[in-house]
């Protein structure tokens, strides 16, 4: 009997999920999910990719075993899948919120530059992830990033059309335009990840520069006759 009980506990010191007195199923679960996810984000700091982590130490740094990694993921794959959801998933609605009130062209480009800088630098292991795997991460991780902007890129192509000066835009130049100024705050977005938090003059600088890149970007399309740009 002593053995058993020994043994009872060896196995809930190496157990995934720690139960908590009145903590729901799906609260152990959710926190168990989380787990994962952060020990992906903790071992990707440096200069680590995605494809070379291993399921083994992903479970060893959440405190779980590998086989409860089933539980919540296919594989790795699926593990990379949820990562950048997970990266996306306050932000669309965070910069649909910037967009809407009413407020002149400059105030929304202003508020837009600094919801998603704000945002990517409150949540920067996500965003280094991104930025890594954007090129070079698999075929398959790839394409779930290229998704998430492509959706974004149409989300704010949809806002843009019900400003008055862009309504005589095609639904094509409108795309283009889009994917313009999700490009500049992109490229802001890196320039922030590799600038120290607490160099905030450089922080301010790539605030100010993306919102000016952003208004240049409305100037120039403000003298674009959409009409013109159909070909065949």
């Given at each position: 009997?002593?053995?058993?009980?020994?043994?009872?506990?060896?196995?809930?010191?190496?157990?995934?999920?720690?139960?908590?007195?009145?903590?729901?199923?799906?609260?152990?679960?959710?926190?168990?999910?989380?787990?994962?996810?952060?020990?992906?984000?903790?071992?990707?700091?440096?200069?680590r990719s995605f494809s070379s982590l291993s399921l083994r130490e992903v479970t060893k740094t959440a405190g779980i075993t590998p086989a409860a990694f089933y539980r919540h993921f296919s594989g790795m794959e699926?593990?990379?899948?949820?990562?950048?959801?997970?990266?996306?998933?306050?932000?669309?609605?965070?910069?649909?919120?910037?967009?809407?009130?009413?407020?002149?062209?400059?105030?929304?480009?202003?508020?837009?530059?600094?919801?998603?800088?704000?945002?990517?630098?409150?949540?920067?292991?996500?965003?280094?992830?991104?930025?890594?795997?954007?090129?070079?991460?698999?075929?398959?991780?790839?394409?779930?990033?290229?998704?998430?902007?492509?959706?974004?890129?149409?989300?704010?192509?949809?806002?843009?059309?019900?400003?008055?000066?862009?309504?005589?835009?095609?639904?094509?130049?409108?795309?283009?335009?889009?994917?313009?100024?999700?490009?500049?705050?992109?490229?802001?977005?890196?320039?922030l990840l590799d600038t120290p938090p607490t160099d905030r003059a450089a922080l301010k600088r790539i605030y100010r520069d993306a919102e000016k890149q952003m208004r240049l970007v409305i100037l120039g399309a403000?003298?674009?006759?959409?009409?013109?740009?159909?070909?065949?």
């Amino acid at each position: 009997m002593f053995t058993m009980i020994r043994k009872t506990r060896s196995h809930r010191r190496r157990g995934e999920e720690t139960q908590i007195p009145g903590d729901g199923r799906d609260a152990r679960k959710q926190r168990t999910r989380r787990a994962l996810l952060d020990a992906a984000l903790q071992l990707l700091e440096g200069e680590r990719s995605f494809s070379s982590l291993s399921l083994r130490e992903v479970t060893k740094t959440a405190g779980i075993t590998p086989a409860a990694f089933y539980r919540h993921f296919s594989g790795m794959e699926d593990l990379g899948h949820a990562l950048i959801e997970d990266s996306f998933a306050s932000l669309h609605q965070l910069m649909r919120q910037a967009r809407e009130g009413g407020l002149p062209a400059t105030h929304i480009i202003r508020a837009s530059v600094t919801t998603f800088l704000d945002y990517a630098g409150a949540h920067r292991a996500h965003f280094r992830f991104i930025a890594k795997e954007r090129f070079s991460g698999s075929s398959a991780l790839r394409m779930a990033i290229r998704k998430e902007i492509r959706l974004w890129i149409g989300e704010l192509a949809v806002d843009l059309s019900r400003f008055p000066a862009l309504g005589r835009f095609s639904a094509d130049d409108l795309q283009v335009l889009a994917g313009l100024m999700v490009h500049v705050i992109i490229a802001a977005t890196e320039l922030l990840l590799d600038t120290p938090p607490t160099d905030r003059a450089a922080l301010k600088r790539i605030y100010r520069d993306a919102e000016k890149q952003m208004r240049l970007v409305i100037l120039g399309a403000a003298q674009w006759d959409s009409s013109r740009s159909k070909s065949g």
